[in-house]
């Protein structure tokens, strides 16, 4: 297990209002040398690898993608290699630094543009021995790790750690997170309405994508939930993109800086859009209870880029995948 769970859950009385509380659930906080929602995800797909006898995982992320990295530092642990088909991404100093400890940490890196430039080359890098995982780690085996957190959380509001939530906010970008998520509290006979908060296009995630996926991880479990359940338990909001994946925003931003008052250090990508629908949650005073489920690791980079080459030591084919 690389995860120690459970994960903290904190009331942050500082944004929270007299009608609305609001809760974070600190998957930041997933593991020590690199947390955020993935670590969930490999807690199931790096056993399901080696089961497998899996001696290479083939996977695809933006230039700059957390779980890229994740699956890097996690399998090579293990001995598994790893080879990233890279996406182009809007630049960001972040983003930078994510494909920087990729590499440190042992990343074979193909610079695949467009998904076009994906799927040409995906024939050509596979081999026996590999295991292909999709985008995010969200097939239907990663997407278990999240119906378990769900499941966590329930023990945690059993246990009197938290008010149960009226709605749960969290990103929505491959999905399995959100669907793990849906399925789990369904499972749980939680009521929790999931906002799943959309930061890729509406072609890449959607609702029907992400109940298919939260039916495939129960199928996977000894858990059950009816459709009817599932499908009242997820709002999918298009609401805070903005000019599209990776492109920070104005809301996003200023959600970022009250976070940083509050302790939390966000993303431009993923979590301070997210936040930033949170907090509008929170001020519209229609929930008591909004819980925010933090997905961006809190571990210090310091560490992971001590071995990584410079930005400018990058291959020019990767850099040039930074717009
Ligand atoms: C990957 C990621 C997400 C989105 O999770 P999905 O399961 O891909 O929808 C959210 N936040 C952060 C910080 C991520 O890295």
Redesign the pocket.
């Given at each position: 297990m690389i995860g120690r769970y459970p994960t903290p859950i904190e009331r942050f009385a500082g944004l929270s209002t007299p009608r609305t509380t609001l809760w974070v659930k600190r998957d930041d906080l997933t593991a020590p040398r690199y947390g955020?929602?993935?670590v969930r995800?490999l807690d199931f797909l790096l056993p399901e690898a080696e089961r497998r006898g899996v001696r290479r995982i083939v996977t695809i992320g933006a230039a700059g993608?957390?779980?890229v990295l994740?699956t890097t530092l996690y399998a090579r642990e293990r001995g598994i290699d790893v080879v990233g088909l890279m996406t182009s991404q809007p630049r960001s100093p972040h983003a930078v630094e994510m494909l920087r400890a990729s590499l440190g940490a042992g990343l074979d890196a193909r610079a695949a543009p467009r998904m076009s430039d994906v799927l040409r080359l995906l024939p050509s890098v596979r081999r026996k021995g590999d295991w292909v995982v999709p985008?995010?780690?969200?097939n239907p085996v990663?997407?278990v790790g999240?119906l378990e957190a769900a499941i966590e959380l329930a023990e945690q509001i059993d246990r009197g750690e938290a008010e149960a939530p009226d709605v749960v906010v969290?990103?929505?970008?491959?999905?399995?997170?959100?669907?793990?998520i849906v399925a789990g509290l369904a499972a749980a006979g939680l009521a929790a309405k999931v906002v799943?908060v959309r930061?890729v296009p509406p072609s890449l995630?959607g609702a029907g994508r992400t109940l298919a996926l939260a039916k495939a991880a129960l199928a996977r479990s000894v858990l059950r939930a009816s459709t009817a359940a599932l499908f009242r338990g997820l709002e999918v909001d298009g609401g805070w993109l903005g000019r599209g994946y990776g492109h920070p925003t104005d809301e996003g931003e200023a959600a970022s800086a009250r976070a940083a008052d509050h302790g939390l250090g966000l993303?431009p990508?993923?979590?301070a859009k997210?936040f930033a629908a949170a907090l509008a949650r929170v001020e519209s005073g229609a929930a008591r209870h909004v819980l925010y489920w933090h997905?961006?690791?809190s571990a210090p980079m310091a560490p992971l880029l001590a071995s990584a080459p410079a930005e400018a030591d990058l291959a020019p084919e990767l850099a040039a995948l930074f717009r």
């Open positions: 955020g929602n993935k995800k993608s957390h779980h994740a985008p995010g780690g969200s990663g997407t999240y969290v990103a929505l970008g491959s999905g399995g997170t959100a669907a793990g799943a930061i995630a993303d990508t993923y979590t997210t997905t961006l690791s």
